[in-house]
């Protein structure tokens, strides 16, 4: 396959695909812009196995095919693999984690259920730590030892952010992620159950917004990770997270708010974040967050203006 018509094709993909994503990896210098696009691609790819309409043993035999894909990208003739093959070789990307993205579309196959939020965090380190890491080869670090953690951190405050967000489609496709304790806490645990649902109200506020706070301090330890990169790096990821983070504070402050619909900010809020990400300004940090977790009560009804 053509390489440049290969990264071309996983950037298509990625800027259509992955709006919030490519928000920030179009602030990268080209070679690492086009890398990341390839390693979302292949994500993409399997994410879309796992979320299709495909037969559960047609899912599990193509998560295979992709499996075998990553043990000699260059024997397939897909602009996905011929893109990842290249980038694998300037890159020192660890191919495995693709696998653990896999591992992680398996759990949800199989229905797994999360009893404890140290059980969801194995789930939510394959699909979305996985990336982190992914990311960080491409990016390259200051601290070596210390990076790799922080993206994994940073990963499951995004993926945590995302099963908030998604709750109402979640369930309406028979999953439901938020651990069974955090249920049983807030006596909602009637919602796991298949006929079960969320309703909006107290309970539900608390939920979301306990399930919130701990998303909150994933972002703070994980946003540690920023001063270990390169000035553009940084910003990629800055405005990944910024743009994730200042979601949440607005599921924070109005919860019920979930139970319409996916959430998501407008595309000149997305580019005001990347922007300020650019600049090395501050894209939302943890007083921003307080406050409208304070006041949020007290202003249903009302615009949030971030």
Request: glycine share 8%; aromatic share 8%; proline share 5%.
């Amino acid at each position: 396959m053509d390489v440049d018509a290969s990264y071309a094709y996983c950037e298509r993909l990625t800027r259509n695909q992955a709006r919030n994503f490519y928000y920030g990896i179009r602030l990268l210098p080209e070679p690492k812009r086009l890398a990341l696009s390839a390693v979302y691609a292949f994500a993409r790819e399997v994410d879309d196995i796992g979320d299709g309409d495909l037969p559960l043993e047609t899912k599990i035999s193509e998560l295979a095919r992709m499996r075998a894909q990553l043990q000699d990208l260059d024997a397939y003739r897909d602009p996905v693999c011929a893109a990842l093959g290249d980038a694998a070789r300037r890159y020192p990307i660890p191919l495995s984690a693709l696998d653990e993205l896999i591992d992680g579309v398996e759990m949800d196959l199989k229905e797994t259920q999360y009893h404890t939020f140290d059980q969801l965090v194995v789930y939510c380190r394959c699909v979305a730590g996985a990336v982190g890491r992914l990311s960080l080869a491409i990016f390259g670090s200051a601290d070596p030892e210390r990076a790799p953690e922080l993206a994994d951190t940073l990963g499951l405050a995004l993926q945590v952010t995302n099963i908030l967000r998604d709750i109402k489609e979640d369930k309406e496709n028979g999953r439901v992620y938020l651990p069974r304790e955090d249920l049983a806490k807030f006596g909602l645990e009637g919602a796991w159950e298949a006929d079960g649902t969320f309703v909006p109200g107290a309970a539900f506020d608390d939920l979301v917004r306990f399930e919130g706070e701990r998303a909150r301090r994933l972002f703070d330890e994980g946003l540690r990770l920023l001063p270990l990169l390169d000035r553009r790096s940084a910003a990629c990821t800055g405005a990944m997270a910024g743009i994730y983070r200042r979601l949440l504070t607005r599921i924070v402050a109005e919860p019920s708010l979930v139970l319409e619909g996916r959430q998501s900010l407008p595309g000149w809020e997305k580019a005001e974040i990347a922007v300020r990400g650019l600049s090395g300004l501050p894209v939302g940090g943890r007083s921003a967050f307080q406050k409208i977790h304070r006041v949020g009560n007290t202003n249903r009804g009302k615009t949030l203006q971030g």
